[in-house]
């Protein structure tokens, strides 16, 4: 149980478009929802986190114009990159959580900014 | 001070060897303690998660968390090539929905 899913698991898109990238929990309803950033050897990087129906709380730097969270129901979170650039080419991956207990990962989008 | 304190490492160990890992943390509220295996280019899989104080063991992996001396340990026992990963602690609790990680340890099981 507790499985996460994410889609798509890697995106190539020209500099200036839009990207989505969605993330569920597949066999739980997740209270929480958080995105993370994650680049080559380095560590997590927390950029969002979301309550079901609430907007989501960004972590400081964030743009959140830029980094769009939806939070639409309690098994669905999306993020979209929007006009992206070569500096947002990163490993994003989302994580859900049932409580304070603990959270449950998905396996990552790799995207590339041309 | 960071909530959460680990060592990044990198750990090289031949295989077959006894394996410990380690986190410190500043905040006496944790409750919840979680280490993370991740694999290149792919998600953090939850390996262990303990409440509270004690010992935990699940296969080759035992979990160990001292709330005294705010410590906590992932042991790895006769450790495998596919046990080469980066590791990752974890803490939350008691309330509201903030998690803190450590950096992660990089280790390398050598054949």
């Known amino acids: 149980g507790a499985v996460v899913s994410q889609h798509p698991s890697r995106v190539i898109c020209k500099s200036g478009t839009s990207v989505k990238i969605e993330c569920r929990s597949l066999?739980?309803?997740?209270?929480?929802m958080f995105w993370y950033r994650q680049f080559p050897k380095k560590s997590l990087m927390l950029m969002a986190t979301s309550n079901e129906g609430s907007k989501a709380t960004y972590e400081q730097g964030v743009e959140k114009d830029k980094f769009l969270i939806n939070h639409a129901s309690l098994t669905l979170s999306t993020l979209t990159v929007t006009s992206a650039h070569p500096e947002d080419s990163s490993f994003y991956i989302c994580s859900a959580s049932r409580g304070t207990d603990t959270q449950y990962f998905g396996p990552g989008t790799r995207l590339t900014v041309l | 001070q960071k909530e959460v304190e680990q060592d990044p490492g990198p750990l090289s160990v031949p295989e077959g060897a006894i394996v410990s890992l380690n986190c410190t943390y500043s905040n006496s509220a944790f409750q919840y303690f979680m280490w993370y295996r991740q694999y290149s280019r792919k998600g953090p899989e939850l390996l262990m998660y303990t409440y509270s104080s004690g010992n935990k063991e699940d296969g080759r992996f035992t979990a160990q968390v001292d709330k005294s001396s705010k410590y906590i340990s992932l042991f790895i026992r006769d450790s495998q090539p596919s046990d080469s990963a980066t590791y990752l602690c974890?803490?939350?609790?008691?309330?509201?929905?903030?998690?803190?990680f450590g950096t992660g340890t990089s280790l390398t099981v050598i054949p």
């Open positions: 974890a803490m939350s609790g008691p309330t509201g929905n903030q998690f803190y």
């Open positions: 066999d739980f309803q997740a209270t929480t």
